[in-house]
T-cell receptor, first 111, second 112 residues
Framework: EDQVTQSPEALRLQEGESSSLNCSYT??????LFWYRQDPGKGPEFLFT???AGEEKEKERLKATLTKKESFLHITAPKPEDSATYLC????????????FGAGTRLAVHP | GAVVSQHPSWVICKSGTSVKIECRSL??????MFWYRQFPKQSLMLMAT?????????EQGVEKDKFLINHASLTLSTLTVTSAHPEDSSFYIC????????FGPGTRLTVL
């Protein structure tokens, strides 16, 4: 059964305190892993797609990495504006573009 | 990135009435769009796949007669919640694919 698990459920950081979010997945034949940012009351905003183990992508203070079983979203020197829920998703084994999402990590960065 | 819009952004209706939500791809054409539902503090759950010019396909447990989907053009898909009840109150989000899957801003439905 396809499954995506994110940890921690919630994370509180001080401004400048780097950390990592985890996304572990179980799916037959990974066809990409997606990271999104979601602000309260809004739709998810696309961040990254990773396709193969060892791949890394960066955007400002965020860096996403991928292994055969999990992905990490590293946040370096976060700022309060990085506060959001971070979601990861993978395509279902049954359909390339159908995504299954993890429950998300709610990140709060305090000044 | 590509832009997906939704209308309305929020709607309040009485129990038993029907509500239509529009999803538009603004700067690209989308033969396929997706509809998701998100309950408070939960993640997105795929409801159905909307296919231009053909019938939508629904995920297990989603009532196709209750959630009517029409994908009439390459830039517009609509979701109609028929005979809405309080348990249908949720955040409905659509998405479309332009290289990556881009999401609309969501529609907050409250059924009284």
């Amino acid at each position: 059964e396809d499954q995506v698990t994110q940890s921690p459920e919630a994370l509180r950081l001080q401004e400048g305190e780097s950390s990592s979010l985890n996304c572990s997945y179980t799916v037959s034949g990974l066809r990409g892993l997606f990271w999104y940012r979601q602000d309260p009351g809004k739709g998810p905003e696309f961040l990254f797609t990773l396709y193969s183990a060892g791949e890394e992508k960066e955007k400002e203070r965020l860096k996403a990495t991928l292994t055969k079983k999990e992905s990490f979203l590293h946040i370096t020197a976060p700022k309060p504006e990085d506060s959001a829920t971070y979601l990861c998703a993978v395509p279902l084994s049954s359909g390339y573009n159908k995504l299954i999402f993890g429950a998300g990590t709610r990140l709060a960065v305090h000044p | 990135g590509a832009v997906v819009s939704q209308h309305p952004s929020w709607v309040i209706c009485k129990s038993g009435t029907s509500v239509k939500i529009e999803c538009r791809s603004l700067d690209f054409q989308a033969t396929t769009m997706f509809w998701y539902r998100q309950f408070p503090k939960q993640s997105l759950m795929l409801m159905a796949t909307s296919n231009e010019g053909s019938k939508a396909t629904y995920e297990q447990g989603v009532e196709k007669d209750k959630f009517l989907i029409n994908h009439a053009s390459l830039t517009l898909s609509t979701l109609t919640v028929t005979s809405a009840h309080p348990e249908d109150s949720s955040f409905y989000i659509c998405s479309a694919i332009a290289n990556e899957q881009f999401f609309g801003p969501g529609t907050r439905l409250t059924v009284l």
